[in-house]
């Protein structure tokens, strides 16, 4: 059970826009910030989005996140077939004192 | 360019032991704060432990305080994970990462490419 919630599946059909939410709680998301982690299958995770909704500058600007409160979106638009595969999100927890993940997500795109 | 090379992967009994080892390259490693960073087959991303630029800060996941110790040679640029009373549920593949300085948030934005423990009989 992984101590942020975030859906475990997605999907949207090319050139659309999808949204990956992720839940924590008071300790984490709510003051700390986000990020974002896309796993391409059999390689390592790379950094996507960070300090909520900051992307490394290799990252396409079809990527964006945002939070607000307790929960953290990741939005991905003009979806495009190499987006499918798995996406994370993380944030620090100041009662564990220590970082936490989101379960993943796997993004389907039709 | 940044490397992260982890080695020290392989089978091992449970209750035994293993030492990993990270070589970091292409930047000031003992300007950075560094992670352990699992993840289990077909399952998603588990945070290990830290350890911050000087070594006098380190956290644990709960999962392995206790049996696991973190630890890094500056001047060799290497990190370490000594993994101690191994179990059937540790095995994953461990990535060395490193923590992006000076932003909010502690994000992880160098990654190794991992190597594989198996715990088992």
């Known amino acids: 059970q992984s101590v942020l919630t975030q859906p475990p599946s997605a999907s949207g059909t090319p050139g659309q826009r999808v949204t990956i939410s992720c839940s924590g709680s008071?300790?984490?998301?709510?003051?700390?910030?986000v990020n974002w982690y896309q796993q391409l299958p059999g390689t390592a995770p790379r950094l996507l989005i960070y300090?909520?909704?900051q992307r490394p500058s290799e990252v396409p600007d079809r990527f964006s996140g945002s939070k607000s409160g307790t929960s953290a979106s990741l939005a991905i638009s003009g979806l495009q077939s190499e987006d499918e595969t798995d996406y994370y999100c993380a944030a620090w927890d100041g009662s564990l004192n220590g970082q936490v993940f989101g379960g993943g997500t796997k993004l389907t795109v039709l | 360019e940044v490397q992260l090379v982890e080695s020290g992967g392989g089978l091992v009994q449970p209750g035994g032991s293993l030492r990993l080892s990270c070589a970091a390259s292409g930047f000031i490693f003992s300007s950075y704060e560094m992670n352990w960073v699992r993840q289990a087959p077909g399952k998603g991303l588990e945070w290990v432990s830290y350890?911050?630029?000087?070594?006098?800060?380190?956290y644990y996941a709960d999962s392995v305080k206790g049996r696991f110790t973190i630890s890094r040679d500056n001047a060799k640029n290497s990190l370490y994970l000594q993994m101690n009373s191994l179990r059937a549920a540790d095995t994953a593949v461990y990535f060395c990462v490193r923590e992006r300085v000076a932003v909010s948030g502690a994000p992880l934005d160098y990654w190794g490419q991992g190597t594989l423990v198996t715990v088992s009989s």
């Open positions: 300090s909520n909704n």
């Open positions: 008071s300790s984490n998301i709510g003051s700390h910030a």
């Open positions: 350890i911050s630029s000087s070594g006098n800060a380190i």
